[in-house]
């Protein structure tokens, strides 16, 4: 499994077993599918093409079982556009079904959480409600492109809202999701892999 992103895949803030991957590959051993520990190419506060770059630097020439990507947060905090992100998401979709043999099923996309809910959130500039549309209009964009390209993409943004009202799915960093809420990703992403991936 090969899982490229930002904060929310290298698991900013909790330990490396807490991670939604590596979660998600116990939970999938659980069921008889056995996955090595998942390749990560991720790192807190990457934007799109911070990861493209860090992608062409590592040269990996293997091909991988699954993939997943998460990214944009960063785009959207440092006030990028959405027409920006559109196009420099789809290039790292295209990037991560080479991953995957060109197979939309083994590509999985995972949507922005939703920060403005943080206590993090409350030192910004903008509303939370401001920043809430803007990871909607996002998450918008590259739901589009997945759907285009038939890659599952699984929301997590509306679960991330719940850290409003329950401080035990942040970390003490009060921005990224504990092992609680990374759990639930983890849940819902080994459901739909055993529902999209061609396994048996």
Same mark, same amino acid.
């Given at each position: 499994m090969l899982c490229l992103g930002d904060s929310?895949?290298?698991?900013?803030?909790?330990?490396?077993?807490?991670?939604?991957?590596?979660?998600?590959?116990?939970? /999938? =051993? !659980?069921?008889?599918?056995?996955f090595e +520990?998942?390749?990560?190419?991720?790192?807190?506060?990457?934007t799109t093409?911070? /990861? =493209? !770059?860090?992608?062409?630097?590592?040269? +990996?020439q293997k091909k991988f079982d699954a993939v997943t990507l998460l990214?944009?947060?960063?785009?959207?905090?440092r006030g990028?556009?959405?027409e920006e992100y559109r196009k420099e998401f789809a290039a790292l979709l295209q990037t991560a079904l080479q991953f995957a043999n060109n197979i939309p099923e083994h590509v999985f996309v995972l949507s922005i959480p939703d920060w403005s809910v943080t206590p993090f959130a409350r030192n910004?500039?903008?509303?939370?409600?401001?920043?809430?549309?803007?990871?909607?209009?996002?998450?918008?964009?590259?739901?589009?492109?997945c759907r285009q390209h038939r890659v599952p993409f699984l929301d997590v943004t509306t679960y991330s809202r719940r850290a409003a009202t329950?401080?035990?799915?942040?970390?003490?960093d009060g921005l990224h999701p504990s092992g609680a809420m990374y759990r639930w990703?983890?849940?819902q992403l080994a459901e739909l892999m055993l529902q999209t991936y061609p396994f048996r």
């Open positions: 929310y895949t290298i698991g900013e803030a909790v330990d490396s077993d807490e991670r939604f991957a590596h979660q998600a590959v116990k939970l /999938l =051993a !659980a069921k008889g599918l056995y +520990i998942p390749h990560i190419i991720a790192q807190t506060g990457w093409d911070e /990861l =493209a !770059a860090a992608i062409r630097q590592q040269n +990996i990214i944009g947060v960063n785009n959207q905090y990028r556009t959405v910004d500039r903008r509303s939370a409600s401001e920043i809430s549309t803007q990871i909607d209009l996002f998450n918008e964009a590259a739901r589009n492109i329950d401080p035990a799915l942040l970390a003490k990703w983890a849940e």
